[in-house]
Structure formats: C-alpha cells, structure tokens
C-alpha cells in the first residue's frame, strides 16, 4: 500500500457463497490488511449481507439505484473516518 495512501474495494454480490472463503474471513483481511471494503448487493437475499454491517447497500434487481448506493456507501466511509 502507498504511504498515506487509501485503499478501497468495491465487493459487488449477490451474497451467496459458491466457492472461497467466508464473508468474515474476507472482512477481517481487508481490516487487517488497512483496506475499507465496501459491498453492494444484488438481488433479493437480504440476510446474506448482514455480516457486512453497516458497509453495504443493497441494488436489488434495479441498476438504477447504483449511483446513490455508491454516493451512499461512499458518504458513509467518509463520516467514519473524521
């Protein structure tokens, strides 16, 4: 990672697990690792994105909530740093 540097990612899902590691595993390497992830979910299975907390929005089947679920999410990481 670059010095003073900040890292993102953008995790898109429908939040069901096919293959790799856990939704927990994942979060807890990108925290140790200084990286703010955040998800934004797609179709219908709500529950699947809890683990997340308060880092993810979710689309639906509707791309036309993307912009400010990214503004959203976005807006959020922002207010947790200061």
């Given amino acids: 990672m670059p010095p003073g540097g900040q890292n993102l990612i953008m995790h898109i899902t429908d939040g069901i697990k096919n293959v790799g590691v856990t939704v927990e595993y994942a979060l807890e390497f990108c925290r140790l690792q200084g990286v703010d ?7 219908r299975a709500v529950r699947a994105f809890y683990p997340y907390g308060d880092g993810w929005e979710l689309l ?12 959203t999410l976005l807006k959020r990481k922002l207010v947790k740093r200061s």
């Fill in 37 to 43: 992830l955040i998800t934004l979910g797609c179709g």
């Fill in 60 to 71: 639906g089947t509707s791309m036309d909530k993307l912009p400010h679920a990214v503004a």
